[in-house]
């Protein structure tokens, strides 16, 4: 009489302690697979984003294309430069606070040229009347606003506008 109530609480341990294994073994491997999911949907998206980037990338690029192309046809130009007028306290070209055209009226913000630069270049007044051309597009494309400002004093260093 005494093996069988011996036996038993081992027999009922034995039981549990399987169960919670098999329990333990279940919740892993749902764990496994939950991961994995999160992976396959991570790669996923990261796929799409640089797809996105490169689909991005590849219009930005063919705008400028085509901007560059019209401006060197001269279909499209924006005077930009025309207005210009040499500071000789500052030793810059600057639009002058009095200047009578209407397209330096027009301009908001501010216009500045180092002396250094060659503003009679046409590949710099082309480059920059291109990049003009898309800046509403780089503004929407990025979200960032003032791209062209920052590409031209990057590429021409000391053209601030």
Known sequence: MLNKFFYLPMIITIILTLIGYRTFVNQVERIKQSEYENIIVRHNLLNQYIHLISATNSKLSQSMVNAYALVA????NIHLFDVLSYLKSFNMYGISDHSPSQFAQQLSGTL???AKSNIENTVLHDEVTAISMIDDEL???TGESGLMSAYIILRYRGLFI
């Open 112 to 114: 500045v040229v180092s």
């Open 139 to 141: 503004t929407l494309l």
């Open 73 to 76: 046809e001269d279909h499209y």
